[in-house]
Nanobody, 125 residues
Framework: QVQLVESGGGLVQAGGSLRLSCAASGRTFTSYTMGWFRQAPGKEREFVAAIIRSGGSTYYADSVLGRFTISRDNAKNTAYLKMNSLKPEDTAVYYC??????????????????WGRGTQVTVSS
């Protein structure tokens, strides 16, 4: 399985931007669909965005559509989440995830067997 390490989190004011990175180990990065999830205190972990193996298709939660952009650089074994127009309700620990089933629900945590440890994003009002 692939090992994932997130980076790029931090403290930002409302309206600001951050870019999260997810570095993956191994030589099979292109076989994985990559996802981003987040978990706020006292809430369940929720889907944010996903990008399939080739990078041709992307999926977003309604709450971030138009503000966040998921991308990947297969040459660098890295996935990214660019977050613009951040809001205080975006405050959470953000997790990178990877899965390579041929079919499945990319919005579901169950699709992804590989997870990073997370990076904290805090948006102040």
């Amino acid at each position: 399985q692939v090992q994932l390490v997130e980076s790029g989190g931090g403290l930002v004011q409302a309206g600001g931007s951050l870019r999260l990175s997810c570095a993956a180990s191994g030589r099979t990065f292109t076989s994985y669909t990559m996802g981003w999830f987040r978990q706020a205190p006292g809430k369940e972990r929720e889907f944010v965005a996903a990008i399939i193996r080739s990078g041709g298709s992307t999926y977003y939660a309604d709450s971030v559509l138009g503000r966040f952009t998921i991308s990947r650089d297969n040459a660098k074994n890295t996935a990214y989440l660019k977050m613009n127009s951040l809001k205080p309700e975006d405050t959470a620990v953000y997790y990178c995830a990877a899965g390579r089933y041929l079919t499945g629900n990319y919005h579901s945590r169950e699709y992804y067997p590989c997870w990073g440890r997370g990076t904290q994003v805090t948006v102040s009002s």
